[in-house]
């Protein structure tokens, strides 16, 4: 999300907010990203929508405005209205999806929406506009871009159906690019010197050729293919020629890009996520923000045979920052314990490995829920009173790392260490935990 200067939240219909959802919206607000709301399996049964757009306001604090309506929902589903148009666009139960043009109407008491939708649900949704007619709240682009408003669309992904009504909505209320913090204060982006930050790395994107893109996030300037920049954190000068625009599968060769815009570099072996690429060596754009890890299990290779593959696969899904691999202290056996935000980064891992490596995998749960960063590195874990069940492990960069089993201990050993503090990340890229 350090890329992007406005998301799209995906919500279930039929469940409502999930804990995911939850945490991927306090980084947006914590960055103060506008929101946009996409309500999608409307062709399946759902919550009631109102109840729905409560409970964005109620658990989220943020205020909706619905950009269209849904006609009907499940097996009723007919399509959406368009509030501001006074469109109609129909829905057509077609795999895949189906173009059908909107329908321009005066309001909903038209023929047309009346004959296609169930007496009682066009009622209901007749009742609905009404209220947010007269008593909800307008469109306010400057709520929006604060992260206090989000525009809300309805629609079925899996249809593509109301996807393109988001897109439309999207570029034309999204903020431009804005500028990004770093060491030097802000970058902005009518700066005239280029700069910009690796944000994802992806491994084998062409299985052919078992390839490897840097993804690169133009910050300021104007990128153009063969020029030369710094990488910041070695100091190295270099050319980036092999630069591509990709889509899924698809790339083609990129000559140029803007602020705001995603380069793929591919073949550079030394870039990790966080790295400055700039004209000008002494900008070094902020750490990215990370998730705090809440699930741990061992990965075992269990085919000797296979070691080459297993090493060189794990260590380019980790150079990724798919998962973060700690190693237990005193420990002879390399097995390394990875650290993920949810259980569904291992079953991506193991796949990944068997998949494009050809090394199989065992996993271990174990039981640990959360992890706390040592801030000074000076300190003697031995020295330290450790509840029951506490590990300690060292990360990738040295650093010890507490491994809690609950939040009671946690909150004892806070207790009975307050002098030591302790962060949910490395210490370079969080302040400490209270």
């Known amino acids: 999300m350090t890329a992007v200067d406005a998301v799209v939240m995906v919500i279930d219909a039929a469940k409502g907010i999930e804990t995911q959802t939850r945490k991927l919206f306090e980084v947006c607000r914590n960055r103060g990203l506008p929101i946009f709301t996409f309500m999608n399996k409307c062709d399946h049964p ?18 909706t405005v619905p950009m269209n309506w849904p006609l009907g929902t ?62 909800g709240a307008a469109f306010d682009p400057g709520q929006v871009f604060a992260g206090d408003m989000t525009p809300v669309y309805w629609g079925s992904a899996l249809n593509n159906f109301g996807v393109q009504l988001l897109l439309d909505g999207f570029l034309a209320h999204a903020p431009a690019p804005g500028p990004r913090r770093s060491t030097n204060g802000s970058v902005s982006p009518e700066g005239e010197l280029f700069s910009g930050f690796i944000f ?27 020029m030369p920049v710094t990488h910041v954190p070695t100091g190295r000068r270099l050319k980036l ?7 899924g599968q698809d790339r083609e060769i990129l000559e140029e890009a803007w602020p705001g815009d995603v380069i793929g570099l591919v073949g550079h072996e030394g870039f990790r996520i966080g790295d400055t690429l700039a004209e000008d060596p002494s900008v070094v754009f902020n750490d990215i923000p990370k998730f ?26 980790l150079n990724e920052g798919l998962v973060t691999a700690l190693y237990m ?26 998949s494009e490596y050809g090394a199989e995998s065992r996993l271990e749960p174990a039981s640990w829920v959360l992890a706390r960063w040592i801030a000074d590195p000076a300190t003697d874990v031995d020295s330290l009173a450790l509840p029951s069940g506490v590990g300690v492990a060292r990360d990738a960069r040295d650093r010890t790392v507490l491994l809690f089993p609950n ?6 050993f806070e207790k009975r260490h307050p002098g030591t503090a302790l962060f949910a990340f490395p210490p370079t890229e969080q302040e400490a935990v209270k």
Request: hydrophobic share 35%; net charge neutral; aromatic share 10%.
């Open 46 to 63: 759902t919550l009631d929508p109102l109840e729905l757009l409560d409970r964005i306001e109620r658990e989220l604090q943020l205020h």
């Open 74 to 135: 499940g097996q009723d589903f007919r399509g959406v209205f368009d509030r501001a148009k006074k469109e109609v666009h129909l829905f057509e139960r077609v795999q895949g999806g189906a173009f059908r043009a909107p329908v321009t109407v005066a309001d909903l008491s038209d023929p047309l929406v009346k004959g296609v939708m169930d007496p009682a649900a066009y009622a209901k949704t007749v009742e609905e506009l009404a209220m947010h007619d007269g008593a």
């Open 200 to 226: 994802k790395i992806q491994a084998n994107m062409d299985p052919r050729h078992r390839d490897r893109v840097a993804f690169l996030r133009v910050c300021s300037g104007r990128f153009q293919r063969d």
């Open 241 to 247: 020629s092999n630069s591509h625009k990709l889509f």
């Open 292 to 317: 705090s890890p809440e699930c741990f299990a061992f990965l075992h290779n269990p085919n000797t045979g296979k070691y080459k593959q297993f090493r060189t696969g794990l260590e380019h899904l």
């Open 329 to 354: 202290k005193n420990n002879p056996n390399p097995t390394p314990l990875l650290a993920a935000v949810g259980p569904l980064q291992f079953e991506v891992v193991q796949y990944r490995l068997e």
């Open 407 to 412: 939040d009671w201990s946690l909150q004892y």
